[in-house]
């Protein structure tokens, strides 16, 4: 079910939009991968350093919500402008409870709230999937995901230095983590096997 909030259009919050957070479907998948492209290609939060098509993206939105998974859209009227998702953190069994998140926002909707509204909804859903733990692995330690993980609680959990090389220059990779529902105070119904 679709979640309606009405945003501030500008940050003086003159004018209000009604940004939607949904599922994603097969139908946004252009839309997502156009918003990542601009991020692949401009940024150091991912990488990747070359964009996936929109049948890749529409695989990958039809993977993770045949396990159940969030796969998140906001959008404003029928223009995507931006998404979220979880996937394991590792594909190991023991992490069957742990999963990373990945957010991106279209670059002339950054700074409006479309990042917390669509991390909130996402951290909502991953905790009703029974996820236990959610992981931001951040390329180049970009500042505004690093603000925007911290914003929405999560903690430092560590830095691999240099592990990455984008735009003629050594990255490094920022971990931060954020307990869901119960976390680690109480075991799950089903132990992993």
Request: some cysteine.
């Amino acid at each position: 079910m679709p979640v309606i909030l009405c945003q501030p259009e500008d940050m003086n919050g003159d004018e209000f939009t009604e940004i939607v957070i949904r599922q994603a479907s097969a139908a946004d998948a252009g839309a997502i991968a156009s918003i990542y492209a601009e991020h692949v290609r401009s940024g150091t939060a991912s990488f990747d350093t070359v964009p996936r098509s929109a049948a890749e993206t529409e695989q990958k939105i039809a993977e993770i919500t045949a396990k159940g998974w969030p796969f998140l859209v906001a959008a404003r009227g029928a223009d995507v402008v931006g998404y979220a998702y979880v996937t394991l953190f590792r594909d190991r069994t023991a992490y069957g409870f742990t999963c990373e998140d990945s957010i991106y926002v279209r670059s002339d909707q950054a700074g409006k709230g479309i990042g917390s509204l669509l991390m909130g909804a996402l951290i909502d859903a991953s905790t009703q999937c029974g996820f236990r733990q959610m992981m931001a692995v951040i390329g180049g330690a970009e500042p505004a995901s690093v603000a925007l993980h911290t914003k929405m609680g999560f903690e430092h959990a560590g830095r691999m230095r240099s592990v990455g090389r984008k735009f003629g220059r050594w990255l490094d990779t920022m971990y931060m983590q954020l307990e869901l529902g119960e976390g680690d105070r109480t075991p799950p119904d089903k132990e992993p096997s």
